[in-house]
């Protein structure tokens, strides 16, 4: 918003001396026009109006349309206006060497002079010091251009409620800019202009915040401490991404969205487009899933290649030679309940039981194997799963058969007081691209309303404690747990008030400019920067970008969200690893939650990758305890 708002804070130059020169500059270029004189018009390569003759166009284009439009007009787009547009182009084509193709930029210019002599009208003439509405003549100075009906109109229009919220609420906002542009009525365009001209600079143009910094000098030639502060956190941006992500830094600096069909800090006429930031035809249904099919292919060749990694990297836990992971050196002493792992191919969890940690205890009147204690088998989560010392004396060889007798395992592969004793209620929700976003956020939603609305239920009625509610996911599930979360908080209902946090498990965000983790681990195999892109496309409506607030949890609509959490008095966890290319959208997340005074606990470590949880048991062993850990430090929460 700051930087597209010079006309309305910049009161040196007032509307009402340009609209004398438009009618000055208009006799005097057709008083030209019929010597014979035709003016050249110049454009930047970002097909901006410059000199010389930029400015004498625009005079002339607002001169012309404060003459041919009535100032009732309301949609510059009405077709009834198609022949006024035509005759104010044909009158610019006769005095200006122009081209067809600028047509275009002409016309959106003449739409935007006319809003101002508009809001110019109002705000001169029919609104006192206070802003409250004055039944004011028409101005005799403006006879000539606007009849008593259309004054009549236009006053009618301006004391219409709706039309008097929408201007209140625009008002206000353009009232008191951070960062005021101090221009004057200089435009980007002929800024860069000037600009590389005092530089003697062979280039053609300027890097949106070089330009921006310098539009927010004001006479004294030194920038605010503020407009320092985004400047140089522009630089350090356009540092660490790559070139084609530099265009959008400022908007990134300034934590503030892109405009539609804009770009930030170059002014009026700066297109996407002009600028070469075209987005590709939206692909088919069947090349969708043609790419879907090619990707899944990639990531089982990616998983074949791991696991046949994984088989010659670790050997059973029944060599006592390759033992050497020591996740939980102290098992306290006594019978402690327990969670039973093996460590080949793969570490997993195969079991659950009791440890006996007890001096001179003996297994079946036998010493115990070195390393290892004695347990006793409960449950069988992997029933198959082979014993890393089978029995002797029972001939078990298996964790079924190992049930309800004890066995000698490694003391490296039991763990103990990491489990969580919670109700978890998993949202089967709908999957894209047949039901892209937000439907499963409306189906995260919905089974919270099932869970709210289910208390009568005997189970869940014993088991359940409904003042202790946090939604929690890892990769996607903590994208749908954010957004989730935040469509439940700004409701007012017993819903939003029986959560008490969120659980980020490195949270699936994106956004198009590319963080350095991104950068750095483009190509990581556990998540390739293209395939994050191609899941991106599958998952967001059709026709928006990775800045879309599903995906950028930064956009502003969600920060608002964000002071509603506070409100609430919600915790968040957000968990991630530097191996995780996604892990600066975490970061970033944190400190956007703590800007905004959300309760926000961060745990990141080293190493790893994204969904190291989901394959290494060890990682969610320590995952469970981060968990437990920060659930029970909360105020008048703990687990058992």
Not at 163 to 186: D, H, L, M, T, W
Not at 188 to 208: H, I, N, V, W
Not at 362 to 391: F, M, Q, W
Not at 432 to 439: G, N, V
Request: with cysteine.
């Amino acid at each position: 918003m700051a930087d597209d708002q010079h006309e309305e804070v910049s009161k040196k130059v007032s509307a009402e001396e340009e609209i004398r020169r438009g009618i000055t500059v208009m006799r005097r270029v057709v008083q030209g026009r019929s010597r014979g004189i035709i003016l050249d018009v110049y454009w930047n390569n970002q097909g901006q109006l410059i000199e010389p003759n930029g400015h004498t166009l625009t005079s002339f284009i607002g001169a012309l349309v404060r003459n041919e439009i009535p100032i009732t007009c309301d949609d510059w787009r009405n077709k009834e206006l198609n022949e006024s547009k035509e005759k104010i182009w044909s009158e610019i084509k006769r005095c200006f060497n122009i081209e067809e193709e600028r047509r275009g930029f002409c016309m959106k210019l003449a739409g935007k002079l006319l809003r101002g002599f508009r809001t110019f009208l109002s705000s001169k003439f029919l609104k006192d010091a206070d802003g409250n509405f004055v039944d004011a003549e028409l101005p005799k100075k403006y006879e000539s251009l606007i009849s008593a009906e259309e004054w009549e109109a236009f006053k009618s229009k301006r004391q219409d409620p709706v039309f008097q919220r929408i201007s209140a609420k625009n008002r206000e906002r353009a009232s008191s800019p951070a960062y005021p542009y101090r221009k004057g009525r200089v435009g980007y365009g002929r800024l860069e202009q000037s600009m590389l001209q005092k530089e003697e600079s062979s280039e053609t143009s300027l890097p949106a915040h070089v330009l921006w910094k310098e539009a927010r000098v004001g006479k004294s030639g030194v920038p605010q401490e503020e407009v320092l502060h985004v400047y140089q956190k522009c630089e350090e941006l356009s540092q660490s991404l790559s070139p084609d992500d530099t265009k959008g830094i400022l908007s990134r600096a300034l934590d503030v969205p892109e405009y539609y069909g804009r770009v930030r800090g170059k002014g009026f006429g700066v297109t996407p487009t002009s600028l070469s930031i075209k987005k590709g035809k939206a692909p088919s249904n069947r090349e969708l899933h043609a790419r879907l099919e090619a990707m899944q292919a990639e990531l089982d060749a990616l998983r074949r290649e791991r696991e046949a990694s994984a088989s010659t990297v670790y050997r059973d836990a029944s060599d006592k030679d390759s033992i050497n992971c020591t996740f939980q050196p102290n098992i306290p002493e006594g019978i402690s309940h327990c969670q039973l792992y093996l460590s080949s191919p793969y570490y997993r969890m195969v079991g659950k039981g009791k440890v006996h940690n007890v001096s001179g205890v003996l297994l079946h009147t036998r010493e115990l194997p070195a390393g290892c204690l004695k347990v006793s088998v409960d449950i069988a989560v992997e029933p198959n799963a082979a014993l890393p010392y089978p029995s002797d004396d029972s001939d078990a060889t298996t964790v079924h058969e190992a049930v309800g007798s004890f066995v000698a395992w490694p003391t490296n592969l039991i763990c103990v007081g990491y489990e969580l004793v919670a109700v978890v209620v998993s949202v089967e929700y709908r999957l894209a691209p047949e039901h892209r976003l937000p439907a499963a956020y409306e189906d995260a939603v919905e089974a919270l309303h099932w869970i709210k609305t289910n208390q009568s239920d005997e189970w869940l009625k014993n088991h359940v404690d409904y003042s202790n509610v946090f939604l929690m996911g890892s990769s996607a599930g903590g994208n749908i747990a954010y957004n989730a979360g935040l469509r439940v908080a700004m409701v007012e209902d017993e819903v939003s008030k029986m959560i008490k946090g969120l659980i980020l498990i490195q949270p699936f965000f994106s956004g198009i400019h590319r963080t350095r983790s991104e950068i750095k681990l483009a190509n990581d195999s556990h998540l390739l920067l293209c395939n994050n892109d191609m899941l991106w496309e599958l998952s967001l409506p059709i026709g928006v970008d990775r800045d879309h607030e599903y995906c950028n949890p930064t956009v502003r609509d969600n920060v608002l969200r964000l002071k509603r959490i506070r409100e609430l008095e919600w915790w968040v966890l957000v968990t991630d690893c530097d191996g995780d290319p996604l892990v600066d959208r975490s970061i970033g997340l944190v400190r956007l939650m703590e800007k905004n005074g959300v309760n926000v606990v961060r745990d990141f470590t080293e190493g790893g990758y994204h969904g190291v949880q989901d394959s290494e048991p060890l990682k969610a062993i320590e995952l469970f305890g981060v968990i437990k850990k920060f659930i029970s430090s909360l105020p008048n929460h703990t687990i058992e």
